[in-house]
C-alpha cells in the first residue's frame, strides 16, 4: 500500500508517526471509504428501560462507551425505524460517541455550551448523561442552526437554548460555564474513510486555515469557563496541527489551564503529546476516527 501512497497520505503517515503497519491501515480506509460505524443514542423521551427495536452487537466489554448508547448490528439503518422519528433516539457515528467520552471524569454542569453544535449529536450525548438544566446548543450558520433546532425538538431534549452566536461574542459578554464543548470545525480527513469526498483535506492549506480558526475558537471559549471547568475540545480529523499542536499552544498560550487524564480512554492515549489527549483511528474498530482532549480550568485561575 505504501508504494503507490500519495504524497499528501505520506506526508500525514509521517506527521502521525505511524509505523509502517499502521500507515497502511490508515491509506486503505481513507481510499476504501468503508470504516464508518453507526451509533444511536437514546432520547430523554426514551425511558429508562427502553430498548431500540432492532438488533444490536455487545459492547459490555468496550469501557468508554457513553450511556444511553447502543451499536446497531451489521446492516441495519436506525433511521428507517417508526421510533426514530418518534425522536426515541438520535442517530450519529460511533466516533462521535468517543469524544464525548472524557465526560465520563466530569460532573454533571451547572451550566453548559455547546459551541459548534450542529447537528446536535455532542448535546445528545451530553443529555444522555446528565440530563442538564441550563444548556446552549450554538451555532453560527443559520441552516445548520435550524436543523440542530429541529433535532432538539425532534428528541425533546428539555431546557436547551439554541443560539446563533460567533465564539469572540460569547467571550464578549462575558457568560461563564461550568462546561463547553468545542467540537471545532476541522478538514474532516475521517470523511474519506466513510467513502464522502472531500478534496483538499490532506493539504496543507486547509489544515493549516482549520488550525488557525480552532485556535482562535479555544481561545474565546477560555474566556467562557468558570474556575474549575472544563472545555472537551474535539475534530473528526487526523492532522496533528488540528489537534495536539492546537492543544499545546493553548495550554502554553493560556495559564491556569491543564489537560485532564481519562481513564476509560487510556489505550488511545496520543503518543504526538506529553500532556494527556486522545485518538481514534479507523484500525481501532470504532468508526472513521477522531481526536478529543478535556482541558480544566484552575480553581484559582
Known amino acids: 500500500m505504501l ?5 499528501a ?18 491509506i486503505a480506509a481513507m481510499r476504501e471509504g468503508k470504516s464508518s460505524r453507526g451509533a444511536v443514542v ?8 427502553y430498548l431500540p427495536p432492532f438488533d444490536c452487537i455487545d459492547t459490555s466489554d468496550w469501557g468508554w462507551l457513553p450511556p444511553r448508547v447502543f451499536v446497531p448490528a451489521e446492516g441495519v439503518k436506525p433511521t428507517a425505524f417508526a421510533d426514530y422519528a418518534s425522536g426515541l433516539y438520535y442517530a450519529l457515528d460511533l466516533s462521535s460517541c468517543w469524544e464525548s467520552a472524557p465526560l465520563s471524569v466530569v460532573e454533571a454542569p451547572a451550566a453548559s455550551l455547546d459551541m459548534c453544535a450542529a447537528p446536535g449529536g455532542k448535546t445528545m450525548l451530553m443529555a444522555a ?20 433546532r429541529q433535532n432538539m425538538e425532534q428528541c425533546g431534549v428539555p431546557n436547551v437554548a439554541v443560539t446563533g452566536l460567533r465564539p469572540d461574542q460569547w467571550a464578549a459578554e462575558g457568560h461563564c460555564f461550568n462546561l463547553l464543548l468545542a467540537d471545532a470545525p476541522c478538514s474532516g480527513q475521517s470523511l474519506l474513510c466513510k467513502g464522502i469526498r472531500n478534496p483538499g483535506c490532506l493539504g496543507a492549506q486547509m489544515v493549516n486555515g482549520n488550525a488557525k480558526r480552532q485556535k ?45 487524564e481519562v ?28 481526536f478529543c482532549c478535556l482541558l480544566k480550568r484552575n480553581i484559582n485561575s
Open 3 to 7: 508504494q503507490d501512497a500519495t504524497k
Open 9 to 26: 497520505e505520506l506526508r500525514l503517515c509521517s506527521r502521525l508517526k505511524l509505523e509502517e503497519s499502521a500507515a497502511s491501515q490508515l
Open 42 to 49: 437514546l432520547s430523554p423521551l426514551a425511558a429508562a428501560d
Open 129 to 148: 448523561r446528565y440530563l442538564p438544566h441550563n444548556h446552549t446548543a450554538n451555532e453560527v450558520n443559520a441552516a445548520r442552526r435550524g436543523i440542530l
Open 216 to 260: 482562535g475558537i479555544l481561545l474565546a471559549a477560555v474566556q467562557c469557563v468558570a474556575p474549575g471547568g472544563h472545555i472537551l475540545y474535539s475534530t473528526c480529523t487526523y492532522d496533528p496541527d488540528e489537534n495536539e499542536k492546537v492543544m499545546a499552544y493553548i495550554l502554553k498560550r493560556v495559564p491556569g489551564w491543564t489537560a485532564v
Open 263 to 290: 481513564p476509560v480512554l487510556a489505550e488511545f492515549r496520543s503518543a504526538l503529546a506529553d500532556f494527556p489527549c486522545y485518538r481514534l483511528l479507523p484500525h481501532h474498530g470504532f468508526g472513521a476516527g477522531g
